[in-house]
């Protein structure tokens, strides 16, 4: 199984949009519990990401292709609806 996610800061009010096969321990690294690349853009952001909102999937090709469905602009704007 694979989740496509939106996490969204606390502190910046920023969001973030990934696929991950566990949105557990990937939502670990974007909150700084599990060691991550320092120039990634959650990194960037501090901590306090929280899942606003998630979709599973059973393939990672049909993860990719929502997670690239929801970075276009009626993407940006279903996003802009929920957060």
Known sequence: ???????????????????????????????????????????????QWKVIYEEKFSTRNEAMAREKELKSGKGREYIKSIA
């Open 1 to 47: 199984m694979f989740s496509v996610y939106i996490i969204k800061s606390e502190t910046s009010g920023k969001t973030y949009i990934g696929y991950t096969a566990n949105i557990e321990k990937r939502l670990a690294r974007h909150n700084k519990e599990l060691p991550t690349k320092k120039s990634s853009y959650t990194q960037k952001q501090g901590k």
